[in-house]
């Protein structure tokens, strides 16, 4: 008895240790933000002293890629570790008779693996605040509640399952009735945040703080949401709401700072898709391309690693090809958590580019799908809609149509811009990389649902 005794408490004291080690984790995923619109990385739309102040104290990438160029299936892949063809959402969800045309579900499964879910098998509490958009509002009636995706706490907008009647008095984004006002929300989940870390003391916590800042219409304050129309979508507004979204940065550092947290607090600082509009390419740093483009002003993000007790402060890895289905299997990794058992992750686990002085190698190339029919109308200018699917493979990016009949290519280390199609001069290389291409967009299109008839509308 004595032996099991000791035995037990053994067990009981690396458990407990393992939960001292494990960090708090908090995602930043921004919206509509490009790579343009922080100071750290060039951009020169308006100062961002505290999202410099991250990247000062941490890690900043400067080749983090979403793998789609628009909300909801951003906001899928970063949450499964895996393409969102593979849960059929193409496109930003809206109405069931939108969804249709786009040929798209109407929602995320609840049976699809999550960040969350993964984590809580590690011991931890999770939360999410901010924008959902992976289905539900407009007339989607019977999307699952935000609980069913592995969150303990939740408060979202109204593109979610479960609208915060605060943020939602009406059937829109946003309305001037709302209780908490239109440039008050990243205020407010920033709250609820430092709330739940209050309320976890004991507990390590995975928070999902997805604010729906810097997405258009901007609306700073109480005068501009009377002629909103006309105003909000200008540049001076846009920096009005960026520098009160960095002003909420700085309150969530010091939030921590002042907790004790920040130390063991690993925040990842992104953003779900490029923005809109560029303004003359201006939020995309000069990079072709903006939201709804695979063009790498649409998918080449912000991407920011802090965690004072792992990550080394001021350091910039411009050579690691890194993306948002790599979050899932590097937050178990550091975690300690168990990956989903009946789903493998597309992504990698890169939690040694974050944790060491040294770059990553991919192992996997990464593949782009966007703009499956005519109902994909956007972007407007002809010169960053992007043909439907791509890969980039080391420094090569090849863009095609699935019939393989139209394609592009570029070099991205002679040419970031994308300007220069090279197909008739290398076409080696597109020999090699277009039937990758296409054969990968056969085998995942629709994978999870109705190869596995994991949903029935």
Not at 111 to 131: D, F, Q, V, W
Not at 173 to 188: F, G, H, L, V
Not at 284 to 291: A, C, D, Q, S
Not at 392 to 410: C, I, Q, S
Request: glycine content about 6%.
């Amino acid at each position: 008895m004595k032996k099991l005794s000791v035995i037990f408490i053994l067990q009981l004291l690396f458990c407990t240790n393992l939960l001292a080690q494990q960090p708090h984790i908090i995602i930043i995923y921004t919206d509509d933000m490009g790579i343009g619109d922080m100071s750290c990385s060039g951009g020169e739309v308006e100062p961002t002293p505290n999202i410099d102040r991250l990247a000062q104290g941490g890690k900043r990438f400067t080749q983090y890629y979403t793998t789609a160029p628009v909300c909801s299936p951003s906001r899928v892949s970063v949450t499964t570790g895996m393409y969102h063809v593979k849960w059929n959402i193409n496109t930003f969800l809206s109405s069931r008779r939108f969804n249709a045309k786009c040929e798209q579900s109407d929602f995320l499964v609840a049976e699809a693996p999550t960040i969350a879910k993964t984590l809580k098998t590690a011991g931890y509490k999770t939360a999410h605040y901010g924008k959902w958009h992976m289905g539900g509002g407009r007339d989607v009636k019977n999307a699952p509640s935000i609980a069913e995706y592995g969150f303990d706490d939740f408060a979202s907008t109204w593109e979610s399952p479960n609208p915060d009647p605060l943020l939602t008095s009406g059937n829109w984004i946003w309305t001037a009735e709302d209780s908490i006002k239109r440039w008050e929300r990243t205020a407010y989940f920033v709250d609820k945040t430092l709330a739940f870390l209050d309320a976890n003391k004991e507990t390590p916590c995975f928070i999902n703080l997805w604010p729906d800042d810097v997405h258009s219409p901007w609306v700073p304050d109480e005068s501009s949401q009377e002629n909103w129309k006309g105003t909000a979508f200008n540049l001076d507004k846009m920096q009005l709401v960026m520098g009160e979204f960095d002003k909420q940065i700085g309150r969530l550092l010091d939030g921590l700072e002042q907790k004790g947290l920040l130390e063991n607090t690993l925040i990842i600082f992104t953003s779900d898709n490029g923005p809109a509009p560029s303004f003359d390419r201006i939020r995309t740093n000069g990079l072709r391309g903006v939201k709804n483009s695979l063009y790498e002003g649409g998918i080449l993000m912000p991407f920011i690693v802090h965690w004072p007790k792992k990550v080394q402060a001021g350091q910039v890895d411009s050579a690691s090809v890194i993306a948002s289905i790599d979050l899932l299997p590097t937050l178990c990794k550091i975690a300690n958590a168990q990956l989903p058992e009946h789903f493998q992750p597309d992504g990698e686990d890169i939690s040694k580019s974050w944790l060491r002085k040294k770059s990553y190698e991919r192992e996997q190339d990464l593949f782009f799908e966007y703009g499956r029919n005519e109902d994909f109308k956007y972007p407007k200018n002809g010169t960053d809609r992007s043909l439907h699917l791509a890969v980039r493979h080391g420094d090569w990016k090849l863009f095609a149509t699935p019939d393989g009949k139209t394609v592009e290519l570029y070099n991205l280390k002679s040419d970031p811009t994308e300007s220069h199609n090279l197909v008739q001069e290398k076409q080696e290389i597109v020999k090699e990389l277009l039937p990758k291409l296409l054969s990968w967009f056969a085998s995942s299109d629709k994978a999870y649902v109705s190869g596995n008839n994991l949903m029935s509308k």
